[in-house]
């Protein structure tokens, strides 16, 4: 039987994040028009606060341990069309308008790779994947 507070978060209006043992939330970004999956990111509190309060799409990395706005530097911005938080309220969907490239590697979505079986195994190959920027002209340190 659920409780009333699992009822709250699953069925109920109040914006209840769940954050994981890290601080984090997932966060699906998608094109708003195509619907194309660009990326998956994380979101700390303090990223999910901006974000709703700016409209611009802000992030925590994990290996930097650190909040960025997405095209702070790169100039290849995400403005937020809509939000969407899941059943459990630990994982969050941005539809977005992206400017330039999403992926830090120069490409539109960061998922360019296809799986493919491979003897026994698995193997990846390239699609869509046409660089839009350098990354070491554009992310030089």
């Known amino acids: 039987m659920a409780t009333s507070a699992h009822n709250d978060v699953e ?25 194309e999956v660009l990326m998956v990111a994380h979101m700390n509190e ?6 709703i309060a700016s409209g611009d799409a802000w992030y925590f990395s994990r290996s930097r341990n650190a909040l960025w706005r997405k095209g702070e530097r790169s100039g290849h911005t995400q403005r937020v069309v809509e939000m969407r938080m899941d059943c459990d309220q630990d994982a969050i969907w941005i ?34 994947a046409d660089k839009l920027f350098d990354p070491q002209v554009v992310y030089r340190k």
Do not use: M, N, W
Not at 46 to 51: G, K, V
């Open 46 to 51: 303090e990223a999910l606060r901006r974000t």
């Open 95 to 128: 539809r977005i308008e992206q400017t330039g490239a999403a992926c830090h590697t120069g490409r539109r979505s960061c998922f360019y790779r296809k799986v493919e079986p491979a003897g026994g195994g698995a193997k990846l190959t390239f699609v869509e």
């Open 11 to 35: 069925e109920g209006l109040d914006f209840q994040p769940k954050f994981d043992a890290s601080g984090l939330l997932t966060c699906v970004a998608t094109d708003a028009g195509t619907g």
